[in-house]
């Protein structure tokens, strides 16, 4: 009972927060869910990992409801009429965003915004928008408050996209976070301008390839206006629109070196082990989820077509490979610089890759029956484990583009997301140019997800997820902070030594 005990008397939590943690702890007494005596000993050397998810899961992890069907029909569970003016609109998101769970507690996806709201603007003026507009943001932030709840906008330009970004930058929120889908032979020069103008000012949005990510899933039918079937949700994951993942569960390439005498050994012998067993395990979740837990059979977002089952994968994570490939290698081959580290982890990542590629996943119908690759990023206090394939803090390669070039590289691996963050010179905001030239740079040689934020902002990104200095500082005093994101970031951000990411132009 200590750790209920240690949750009921905490003063650094909200009462929701208690709230989640003790459901979690809750759930996590009951072990349903078998495991394999290779799951349980790479398990026990933190080699692997279930991303706390829970021991029995009941509800999917991510969720991607289709709210641009929700905003054409209502919803006869929430006995909300369809919307039929802008007010109509975002006070029917604001009571769904309530009643839509995930592995937080709360909607890590609350929607493309640009494509919902563009079409309830009617004749109404832009100083009438904004206020709505801002109310809306305002609303979010402050009850969902999660920096992993995220919303998409573009390629295209749009009137509601353009005022969205005007709004975000007034309000200066962490939550949502923005994902612009851009694409330059969509988007106009001038609205991916006021994409970086924001960025400057606020931290949003994160720059998504949409060329390369526009075909991952199938559209939806009866698509609802989608040009595509993907969104970005949580830190920067590529998701199915009107579906999601299951799960998501993790090799911590870093730990799994510590077991290796060799690079053979590591490469041959130990990576395809570790990787069998986590994805026995992860069929082991999906199907106690599917068939076990009645979240599909229950849930009104499946009655009412707003997710589908069928529209769920699973996906398995990377991360530490730039520990990895230190612990392999020796201090003398530094990951991101030294070719000899960055054809290692080429190979590790390829063999991973091919190993989940040739593995049936259960109830993946959305992925081929196969689960999805993510580089994930981690989260709290996490020592020895650089996010997904990233380079370490204090190791980035002296020029920019030596360092874009690296992760685009390495980028190619990961369909259900994979990003980089930058700092910058705060003077950037007078060269536009400049940055719009490194993102179509980075894209046309097929990086997928990058973010910036200027180096003196308050909001800054963690793993990926935004959170404001002020806010760590406070909860690391000691003071309760509404935002639950703010104890992972202040974590990470003091053990990685975030602060001191090299800061670019």
């Not at 989608?226 to 390439?253: E, F, H, M, Q």
């Amino acid at each position: 009972m200590s750790e209920f005990m240690d949750i009921i008397t905490a003063d650094n939590f909200t009462y929701k927060q208690k709230v989640l943690k003790l459901a979690q702890a809750a759930e996590n007494s009951e072990r349903p869910i078998p495991t394999t005596p290779a799951f349980d000993r790479f398990f026990s050397r933190d080699a692997l990992c279930d991303m706390h998810e829970g021991n029995a899961p009941y509800r999917a992890r991510y969720i991607c409801v289709d709210f641009q069907k929700f905003a054409a029909q209502g919803s006869d569970f929430l006995r909300l009429d369809v919307p039929e003016n802008l007010d109509d609109l975002l006070f029917n998101l604001e009571v769904l965003y309530e009643n839509i769970p995930s592995v937080t507690g709360r909607p890590v996806y609350c929607g493309q915004l640009d494509k919902i709201i563009d079409p309830f603007l009617g004749d109404l003026s832009d100083e009438e928008i904004l206020p709505r507009l801002k109310r809306f943001l305002n609303f979010i932030d402050r009850t969902v408050a999660s920096g992993y709840c995220h919303a998409n906008i573009g390629p295209e330009e749009t009137r509601a996209g353009r005022l969205l970004l005007e709004a975000d930058a007034e309000v200066q929120n962490a939550v949502p976070n923005f994902t612009i889908k851009y694409d330059p032979a969509i988007t106009p020069d001038d609205f991916a301008r006021l994409c970086l103008k924001t960025a400057m000012r606020c931290a949003n949005p994160a720059f998504a390839n949409h060329r390369l990510l526009k075909d991952t899933y199938p559209i939806p039918e009866a698509g609802y206006g989608y040009g595509d079937g993907y969104t970005v949700v949580s830190c920067y994951n590529v998701l199915p629109v009107r579906g999601g993942a299951y799960c998501l569960d993790r090799i911590k390439l870093s730990q799994l070196a510590d077991m290796a005498g060799s690079v053979d050994e590591f490469v041959d012998q130990l990576l395809p082990e570790a990787t069998a067993a986590l994805l026995e395990y992860m069929n082991a979740r999906v199907t106690f989820l599917v068939e076990k837990s009645n979240f599909f059979q229950s849930s009104f977002l499946v009655r009412e077509g707003l997710i589908e089952r069928e529209r769920f994968c699973g996906m398995l994570g990377l991360i530490g490979m730039h520990e990895c490939i230190e612990k392999l290698l020796g201090p003398g081959h530094v990951y991101g610089t030294d070719a000899e580290a960055n054809d290692l982890a080429d190979a590790i990542a390829s063999k991973i890759t091919a190993q989940v590629l040739d593995f049936p996943a259960v109830y993946s119908e959305i992925g081929g029956g196969r689960f999805m690759m993510h580089a994930q990023a981690g989260f709290g206090d996490q020592l020895e484990s650089t996010p997904g394939v990233r380079i370490r803090v204090g190791d980035e390669p002296e020029v920019f583009y030596d360092h874009i070039r690296h992760s685009a590289r390495m980028h190619r691996f990961f369909t259900a997301g994979v990003s980089d963050i930058f700092p910058v010179e705060p003077t950037a905001t007078g060269n536009l140019d400049a940055l719009l030239d490194v993102v179509k740079g980075a894209f046309a040689i097929d990086d997928k997800y990058l973010s910036f934020y200027p180096a003196d902002s308050d909001l800054v990104r963690i793993t990926g997820f935004l959170v404001k200095r002020s806010e760590m500082e406070k909860f690391a005093a000691g003071t309760a902070v509404l935002a639950d994101t703010s104890h992972d970031g202040e974590g990470n951000w003091r053990a990685n030594a975030l602060g001191d990411r090299k800061v670019r132009l």
